[in-house]
């Protein structure tokens, strides 16, 4: 049974990064992803950048007030629904086997001998 991974990113709206980001984790080999983009408030919204990008994968939460870095984190933190999280950089790129690669990881270590660590709610 697959476990549902949330991929966290959190943006201010930076519209020559983002769309590549979103489109690297939607081409994943592991189907059940949460994209939760976090829009620190950004003086472009993610959700006009992204446009027809959008799929049921996604999720946008707009921040009403611009949060320090640690208190952004905290945020998205509370929000993701996963089992396993990832927080991925605005500007960054996955390959296609990034999510699998690593669920196989923490699935075959879930007793803690090398020290990772799943969230369970």
């Not at 999280?85 to 790129?93: K, Y």
Request: hydrophobic fraction near 40%; aromatic fraction near 6%; proline fraction near 3%.
């Amino acid at each position: 049974m697959n476990k549902l991974v949330t991929v966290i990113v959190p943006t201010v709206g930076r519209p020559n990064y983002i769309k590549s980001t979103i489109d690297s984790i939607l081409m994943q080999d592991y189907c059940d992803i949460e994209v939760l983009i976090s829009d620190n408030l950004p003086e472009l919204s993610t959700r006009l950048i992204l446009g027809e990008s959008l799929d049921a994968r996604i999720r946008i939460i707009e921040r009403e007030r611009r949060h320090e870095f640690s208190e952004h984190m905290n945020l998205c933190l509370h929000d993701a629904r996963g089992w396993y999280v990832m927080i991925l950089s605005d500007d960054d790129l996955i390959s296609p086997n990034y999510v699998s690669s690593m669920v196989g990881l923490f699935s075959e270590n879930e007793d803690g001998r090398v020290g990772l660590v799943s969230r369970k709610f």
